[in-house]
T-cell receptor
Framework: SQKIEQNSEALNIQEGKTATLTCNYT??????LQWYRQDPGRGPVFLLL?????KEKRKERLKVTFDTTLKQSLFHITASQPADSATYLC???????????FGAGTILRVKS | DVKVTQSSRYLVKRTGEKVFLECVQD?????MFWYRQDPGLGLRLIYF???????EKGDIPEGYSVSREKKERFSLILESASTNQTSMYLCASSRLTGQPQHFGDGTRLSIL
């Protein structure tokens, strides 16, 4: 069955460095992927969407890639700041039906 | 900005009770969703609706039902609450299929 996998271990990085988060999908090829940010006690907030025919998408300090050969999306935050500390969720269009399948999320901690 | 409002941030109920969780969105979105979020499991889709009075089962519909009598309101019903339904419940909406979802801040439900 379709599966979206994100690193379960938290990512700890120093302020100013680039954070790279990974999202792997298995058993199918989603038409698009979405990335969300979630702060403690809050609902997820949409960040970026990338379609299968797009290699890369950028928004300010954020960049997302979609590699259909590796079945992987990478989410980059350049010049990271402590305010970027949050849980980041990857979601893919489901194989069947008009819905999203979410990964469990990766916690990012940016230390000053 | 889209606003998705969930009626309660915290709720404590007893096993066997019928529980209603309410969600309202103010942007005339077609699609509405109910998820539950548990540590390590990510967001799992319970039910969704793409039009008034229409509903579709998600991945974990057992023990739940939904109601969408008006476009802006989507209710989740726990028919007879059980302790394994203790969780964070998140409501979301999107204008059309495939577009980003906008989430409420969640209801943390405890079943004792």
């Amino acid at each position: 069955s379709q599966k979206i996998e994100q690193n379960s271990e938290a990512l700890n990085i120093q302020e100013g460095k680039t954070a790279t988060l990974t999202c792997n999908y298995t058993n199918y090829s989603p038409a698009y992927l979405q990335w969300y940010r979630q702060d403690p006690g809050r609902g997820p907030v949409f960040l970026l969407l990338i379609r299968e025919n797009e290699k890369e998408k950028r928004k300010e300090r954020l960049k997302v890639t979609f590699d259909t050969t590796l079945k992987q999306s990478l989410f980059h935050i350049t010049a990271s700041q402590p305010a970027d500390s949050a849980t980041y969720l990857c979601a893919a269009r489901a194989e069947y039906g008009n819905k999203l399948v979410f990964g469990a999320g990766t916690i990012l901690r940016v230390k000053s | 900005d889209v606003k998705v409002t969930q009626s309660s941030r915290y709720l404590v109920k007893r096993t066997g009770e019928k529980v209603f969780l309410e969600c309202v969105q103010d942007m005339d979105h077609e699609n509405m969703f109910w998820y539950r979020q548990d540590p390590g499991l990510g967001l799992r889709l319970i039910y969704f609706s793409y039009d008034v009075k229409m509903k579709e089962k998600g991945d974990i519909p057992e023990g739940y039902s939904v109601s969408r009598e008006k476009k802006e309101r989507f209710s989740l019903i726990l028919e007879s609450a059980s302790t394994n339904q203790t969780s964070m419940y998140l409501c979301a909406s999107s204008r059309l299929t495939g577009q980003p979802q906008h989430f409420g801040d969640g209801t943390r439900l405890s079943i004792l």
